[in-house]
């Protein structure tokens, strides 16, 4: 009998190391609203990894879960655009940073908006979701502090149809395809 109790002691010791465990690195996030779409849909449950901005800071085209600096309750979920010390503007139904315009095959639709060219504050992060008309976010005037980022968006669970990783669009990527598609442009007008 004393050996099912010390093993029954040992199982809920496990137990409780593996969920506070799984509590500090992952959480589960359920979307609300249509601001990621076509990304992400209302409704759908992503998890967020906690631990990732420990290890590094926060990069372009991550999407990430927050906590807003306004009134308003609960978390956000949007894009990084623009780190700390980053310039973006919004002209020309396109995005750019740093002067340079950004390829972005993950939005729903152009931005319908105007957005004077801006610094990003230096420990913050410029946002934008991918329903860019439809989105609460930095094209509003705020930004998101480092110390508000809950976590990277990693993985999608549900529903199943939506089962796996969350893409990633680096800035050099984005930049990549601006300079591929401006290749293939010479190289179609030089062969006509």
Request: contains cysteine; glycine residues 4%.
């Amino acid at each position: 009998m004393k050996s099912f109790f010390h093993e029954l002691i040992i199982t809920a010791v496990l137990a409780l190391v593996v969920f506070f465990a799984l509590r500090f690195t992952i959480d589960t996030v359920i979307i609300v609203g249509i601001s990621m779409e076509p990304s992400f849909h209302s409704e759908q449950r992503i998890l967020i990894s906690k631990v990732t901005y420990r290890i590094h800071e926060p990069e372009r085209g991550d999407v990430i879960v927050f906590r807003p600096t306004n009134s308003e309750k609960g978390e956000f979920i949007k894009r990084i655009i623009a780190l700390p010390n980053d310039t973006v503007e919004v002209k020309d139904d396109a995005v750019y940073v740093n002067g340079t315009r950004l390829t972005e095959p993950y939005i729903n639709n152009t931005p319908s908006y105007h957005l004077s060219k801006q610094k990003i504050p230096a420990g913050n992060y410029f946002v934008l979701g991918d329903n860019r008309n439809q989105s609460n976010d930095s094209h509003n005037g705020w930004v998101v502090p480092r110390q508000n980022i809950v976590g990277k968006a990693w993985l999608s669970i549900w529903p199943p149809p939506e089962w796996g990783l969350v893409p990633e669009y680096s800035l050099h990527e984005q930049l990549a395809s601006i300079v591929d598609t401006y290749m293939a442009k010479c190289y179609l007008l030089y062969n006509m």
